[in-house]
C-alpha cells in the first residue's frame, strides 16, 4: 500500500526556488558576522571591575605596611639568634601564658 501527500493534503509541493535559499543563506551568513563583529567590539571595552575591602581588612593592610615600616634593632635580633643557636636562650613558660591570654583579650575584645 502506498501513501501520498500525507503531509500536503493532496497539495501538489511547490519547487525550490534556489534564488530565495541562496539569498535567505547569505541574510543568515551576514547577521552571524555582524553579531561576531559586535561581540568582539564589546570584548575590547574596558571592564568595569572593582574590589572593596571590609573593615578588617583594611585594618590588617594598615598593620602590615606599619610592621614594615617599623625600625628594627638588628643588635638585639642578632644576640637574641646568637642566643638561640647556643642553647642558652630560656623561655618563661608562666610569662609567655600571661602575654598570650593578654593578646587574645585584646583581639577579641575579652576584659582579663
Not at 634593632?73 to 613558660?93: F, H, N, S
Request: aromatic share 2%.
Amino acid at each position: 500500500m502506498a501513501i501520498n501527500n500525507v503531509n500536503n493534503n493532496g497539495v501538489p509541493k511547490t519547487p525550490l526556488d534556489n534564488s530565495k535559499v541562496s539569498q535567505q543563506q547569505s541574510q543568515n551568513q551576514t547577521a552571524v558576522q555582524q553579531e561576531a563583529a559586535a561581540k568582539s567590539q564589546a570584548g575590547k571595552a574596558p571592564r568595569q571591575d572593582s574590589v572593596s575591602l571590609t573593615q578588617s581588612a583594611q585594618q590588617l593592610s594598615q598593620v602590615q605596611k606599619k610592621s614594615t615600616e617599623a625600625p628594627v634593632d638588628q643588635e638585639k635580633v642578632d644576640k637574641l639568634k646568637k642566643a638561640i643557636e647556643t642553647g642558652e636562650y630560656r623561655v618563661d613558660p608562666e610569662s609567655l601564658a600571661r602575654k598570650i591570654a593578654r593578646l587574645e583579650a585584646q583581639v577579641f575584645g575579652i576584659k582579663s
